[in-house]
């Protein structure tokens, strides 16, 4: 199978490998983000010993006895009998003075479960064998919480990290690349969906519409992805009601901190910061204050950011039981179908427009460079009317408004002039205006557009 994207994550993971010394790296990311294929994709650019092994949800002696028999099957040992884990990962720091060996701990946290005081004991070995072995140690995880706290002033660990990656969910433009057949509009309606998980891209079929694949991955009983958000939810939440309620809240487009707090019926303002805090970190929401005021937390807002979640809460959870009594086809055309089309995909469309321009960005490819990207709030006191631009950058030239249109027909001179327009009303100076437009433009000529096509998002 092609392994897709993750390129400066294997280029550094790369450099880590080529180094003489030992060294150690931490790896870490939400369920089904891709850390392991990406571990297995990178062991071909070790030259050496390689051993990856996946830690148990078991005994201590069931993870030294399997990961004994993966050192017999590479080294051509005899198995080897240890009497626990310390005893077997010092076998590997000391083998390492001999010879390049790369030893891969995936789901990690399990093992430190198992063993009271494991980050202690990885913490004495890698200091107690810095200077001489050659070792490459990787840690891997997937429970959030549990991994970032290896790098926290308390652990044990703290300062033994030679690299630190958390792994992010990719960008629209390489998650395109798991479902390359597909037009370019059906491209966008399946990462309004799907997002940047590679587990859940993996899963799309070329040979189905993008209709069929939402029912057959998510909108049908017992679809495959149909409780996955639940699922992830669990693993890291306790209480999994306020978690849901928040959800739902957001889902229906509530973004400030009182408003989720009176709609979700979250028993008080502390426990929705608990949640809300957890759910960031877990990257499911974000929170984000517009970029001409970002020390005002009254205008600060909270969304969700992954798509899966936020499709899951706005048509799955709201209608589940409407779900498994009707027939599929039936429940997608009643309950998702036209919101889908004219409000959910052109929403998300925003999001990928914004991560064209931070993509465009990094590489160099703006011709002012921009230092800030997001919403900018503008107030009309004499017209008591306030809200929100939702796509604006700024550079030390000042701001350009960008405006996003996922509609059938291009986008006319009239629409554009009038878009202009109402910027100006509110207030916000530009020296430059920008449109993405999923169907093109008309014949406009005009020097200070930034025109975007949505053919220019996939070249």
């Known amino acids: 199978m092609k392994f897709i994207g993750r390129e400066e994550e294997v280029r550094k993971i790369k450099g880590l490998y080529q180094s003489p010394g030992m060294e150690v790296l931490l790896l870490y990311g939400r369920r089904r983000i891709g850390k392991s294929e990406l571990m297995k994709h990178s062991m071909q650019f070790f030259e050496g010993k390689r051993i990856y092994y996946e830690c148990k949800q ?17 080294f051509g040992y005899p198995k080897i009998s240890f009497s626990g884990l310390e005893e077997v990962l010092d076998f590997h720091f ?8 790369l030893l891969i701990l995936d789901e990690y946290s399990y093992l430190s479960d198992v063993l009271k005081g494991m980050d202690s004991v990885l913490q004495a070995l890698i200091d107690k064998y810095r200077n001489r072995s050659k070792l490459k140690l990787a840690l891997c995880g997937s429970f959030v919480d549990t991994m970032q706290k290896l790098i926290e002033k308390e652990n044990p660990l703290f300062g033994r990290f030679d690299l630190v990656l958390k792994l992010k969910p990719m960008d629209y433009y390489d998650s395109a690349q798991f479902y390359s057949h597909f037009s370019d509009e059906d491209k966008v309606r399946l ?30 009983p ?3 992805l149909e409780n996955e958000v639940l699922m992830y939810l669990k693993s890291e939440i306790a209480k999994i009601v306020n978690a849901n309620e928040v959800f739902e809240a957001m889902a229906k487009g509530f973004s400030r901190f009182n408003d989720i707090l009176s709609q979700s019926h979250v028993s008080s303002g502390p426990s929705l910061v608990d949640v809300l805090d957890k759910l960031i970190r877990m990257e499911l929401v974000e929170k984000a204050a517009p970029i001409n005021d970002e020390n005002n937390r009254k205008k600060s807002g909270y969304y969700i950011s992954d798509p899966m979640s936020l499709f899951y809460y706005r048509y799955i959870f709201r209608y589940s039981s409407q779900l498994n009594v009707m027939n599929s086809d039936i429940f997608y055309q009643r309950y998702i179908q036209e919101d889908f089309e004219n409000a959910y995909v052109p929403k998300r469309f925003e999001t990928i427009g914004k991560q064209y321009l931070i993509r465009q960005n990094r590489a160099g490819l703006m011709e002012e460079p921009f230092e800030k990207i997001g919403r900018y709030y503008y107030d009309i006191p004499k ?3 306030n809200g929100e631009f939702d796509i604006v950058t700024y550079d030390p030239k000042g701001y350009i408004f960008y405006e996003v249109k996922f509609q059938d027909k291009p986008l006319s001179k009239a629409e554009i002039e009038k878009e202009i327009a109402q910027v100006k009303e509110c207030g916000l100076q530009c020296y430059r205006y920008g449109f993405l437009s999923k169907s093109g433009f008309e ?6 557009l930034l025109l975007i096509s949505l053919e220019n998002l996939y070249a």
């Open 58 to 74: 078991t005994s201590e002696m069931n993870n030294v006895e399997s990961l004994a028999t993966l050192l017999s099957e590479e």
């Open 383 to 385: 017209e008591r009317r």
């Open 94 to 101: 000391k083998k390492a003075t001999e010879e390049n060996i």
């Open 191 to 220: 990462y309004s969906v799907f997002g940047g998980i590679p587990y859940y891209n993996r899963l799309i079929r070329e040979d189905r519409s993008v209709k069929e694949n939402i029912i057959e991955l998510i909108a049908s």
């Open 443 to 448: 014949a406009i000529s005009q020097d200070d």
């Open 222 to 224: 017992g679809a495959r």
